[in-house]
C-alpha cells in the first residue's frame, strides 16, 4: 500500500488522480498511508511534527476528499505513527437536480430527494442560522412568515433557541408549493399557532398574509421562476414592519450522493461558479438598505443575508 512520507501535498493529489483516472467507479475506495495526524496538533498545514513529518490535520484530509468529489471514510490507525487515509468516490449522478416528477410541484416534495436533507444536520448552517435568531431577539407573539417552508426544519430551530410559552405565543405561517412537504409539515408541528399553506410564493399578493415581524426563506428565492424583484418588492411594501427582521439563505453548495461539495453549481459549468450568487445577494442588500435595513452576509454552504430595522 501507498505510503506518504515527505512529500507534498501536490505530490499526493497527484497520486490519488491517477488513482481515479485508473477506476473511478463510484463506490470505489482509494486507500494509502500518512503520518498519524495526532503527531502534529497545534501546527500548520505541512510544518514538520514531533516525528519530522508534514503535519495535515483530519480537516486537511476531508477538505481534500470534499474537492476530489470524494468522502472520507474513517481513518484506520496503523500503530502510534501512521494512519490510512480512505476516500470513496462519490456518485455525482446521485445529485437530486436530476429527479424529474410529472408533478413539478413536487420537485422538493415528500418523495423527492431533496427531502431526505435536513440543514440542521450541517453544523455550519446551524451555528450561523441559530446565532442570528439569537440574534435578534424575538419577542413574544410575534408573526413570523416562512417561505419555501417545506417540512419546516427552521421552526425546529426556532423552537429551540426559545422558551416553550415564548415559541406557543408565535404565529408562524409557512408557505410551500408542494402539497406533499405541506401536508408533513403540517403533521410535524400540530399546535395552534401554526398555519400551513400550499401556494406559488410568487402569488403573495392573493393570500392576505398582512406584515410579519420575522420573515425566513431559505435556499427558495433563487429557484427558477422566482420572480426576485417583484416578490422582494411585495415582501418590503407589504408584510414588512418598522422593526421587521429578515433572515434568507443561499445555497453555496450542492449534494451528491448524501455529500454536501462547497460552492454554487451553475448549469453548464464542471466546477463552482460564484459570480451569479454574489450578483443575487448584492441585489438583496442593495435594495435592504435604500430601504434603511441594516445588512449582514455569513455563512459558508449557506450564505446567509440577515436584515433588520
Known sequence: ??????????????????????????????????????????????ELNSKKLPHRSLKNWQDLAEYLDCRLLLPQPVDEMWVKIRLQIVDKNEDWHHQHFPDKSEKYGANSTYFRINKLEEPTFLFDYTRLLQQI??????????????????????????????????????????QSAIDVARNRFSGKNHRFICADINTLAN?????????????????????????????????????????????????FDGEIKYGAHVKNYSEPELSLLVKDIMFYKKYLQQHKFKVQVSGKYYILLFAIR
Open 1 to 46: 500500500m501507498k505510503k506518504f512520507t515527505i512529500e507534498t501535498l501536490a505530490d499526493i493529489i497527484s497520486w490519488i488522480r491517477n488513482q481515479v483516472e485508473i477506476n473511478n467507479s463510484p463506490g470505489h475506495v482509494i486507500e494509502f498511508i500518512v503520518s498519524n495526524p495526532d503527531l502534529g496538533i497545534g501546527r500548520y498545514s505541512g
Open 137 to 178: 431577539q424575538i419577542k413574544p407573539g410575534w408573526r413570523v412568515l416562512n417561505l419555501g417552508v417545506n417540512k419546516g426544519d427552521e421552526f425546529v430551530a426556532l423552537k429551540n433557541v426559545m422558551a416553550r410559552d415564548c415559541f406557543e405565543s408565535l404565529e408562524l405561517t409557512g408557505i410551500d408549493f408542494s
Open 207 to 255: 393570500l392576505s398574509l398582512g406584515q410579519f415581524d420575522l420573515i425566513i426563506s431559505i435556499g427558495t428565492l433563487q429557484s427558477p421562476g422566482i420572480d426576485r424583484q417583484n416578490l422582494l418588492r411585495q415582501l418590503v411594501q407589504a408584510h414588512v414592519g418598522a422593526e421587521s427582521a429578515l433572515i434568507f439563505g443561499f445555497p453555496n453548495s450542492r449534494y
